[in-house]
């Protein structure tokens, strides 16, 4: 939405201030262009060396941010992190998130995912930044330039990780215990594992687990029908939606094959297909 931006754009002009800032990009939904009245703003500040913590407690000031609250340096995740909220109060205004890096750590990350094929969720999400945000201050063509190709290895990687779905037949013991809720999150989980294998294939970065129809629509490498098939899941009874997943998973790991053979999918089918009995056989 163009208010988002308009208030990236300020944000980010507030932060461009400090020379020892290199680059800020604008992430999320809003950098991807298709944030809604929900979107929260993600914003990522490059720096040249460790940010101040008064200058970082400066600019939500100077923007009145509200409720801020700021977090240290995250030796795992590289990064600090801020969160407070923009043009009106907690829960009102617009929630505003900023990671705060170094060009250093930047590339020790981007490093972890490219050449060790270290594909956990936040540095995956982190390369969707960089390849498909908008820069608004300073340039981020060096690091844009090493996620504009995604490479093979990642790929299998990602499909050989979070394509593997454990514990399928776990859908009738959720059923027979009458936990609907715990039988909505492991089909949640398995259509999470299909993104993910399915951003792989398309080679496409994943962005995240927030727009999932978004993420499906158009992938030249795909079932047919992906997103209206996992719409009719939770649809349909238990049993029903369970072979629709089924089918679904099947033909992925079918695509899979063909187009990403680096993978040991006889291991993923093997996974997938294992089935439990409950025991005793009865249940007198």
Not at 20 to 39: F, N, P, Q, Y
Not at 91 to 104: I, K, N, P, Y
Not at 129 to 153: H, K, M, N
Request: proline share 6%; aromatic share 10%.
């Amino acid at each position: 939405m163009d208010s988002r931006l308009g208030a990236a754009r300020t944000i980010a002009a507030a932060y461009a201030g400090d020379p020892a800032v290199t680059t800020v990009l604008c992430g999320g939904s809003t950098g991807r262009g298709h944030a809604d009245r929900w979107s929260d703003l993600e914003i990522g500040v490059f720096w040249s060396r460790p940010p101040d913590d008064q200058r970082r407690l400066r600019v939500i000031t100077e923007l009145g941010g509200a409720d801020p609250r700021r977090f240290d340096y995250d030796v795992a995740e590289r990064q600090w992190f801020d969160e407070w909220w923009f043009d009106g109060g907690a829960g009102a205004g617009l929630l505003v998130e900023v990671v705060h890096m170094t060009e250093t750590d930047a590339d020790d990350q981007l490093d972890r995912l490219l050449v060790a094929n270290d594909v956990r969720p936040g540095l995956l999400a982190f390369a969707a930044a960089l390849a498909y945000g908008q820069p608004l201050a300073g340039s981020a063509e060096r690091l844009t330039a090493r996620v504009r190709d995604y490479p093979t290895p990642v790929a299998t990687a990602v499909v050989s990780r979070h394509g593997q779905i454990d514990n399928f037949w776990r859908w009738k013991m959720y059923l027979e215990r009458q936990d609907i809720h715990g039988l909505r999150r492991h089909f949640a989980s398995v259509t999470s594992a299909l993104t993910h294998i399915l951003c792989a294939l398309n080679q496409r970065w994943w962005p995240g687990s927030k727009w999932q129809p978004r993420v499906l629509a158009d992938l030249p490498i795909a079932p047919s029908l992906p997103i209206t098939r996992l719409a009719e899941v939770d649809q349909l009874p238990p049993a029903d939606g369970a072979a629709r997943l089924a089918q679904l998973v099947e033909e992925t790991y079918d695509l899979v094959a063909v187009h990403l053979p680096e993978v040991d999918i006889d291991r993923l089918r093997s996974i997938f297909r294992f089935a439990r009995a409950p025991w005793p056989r009865s249940s007198s």
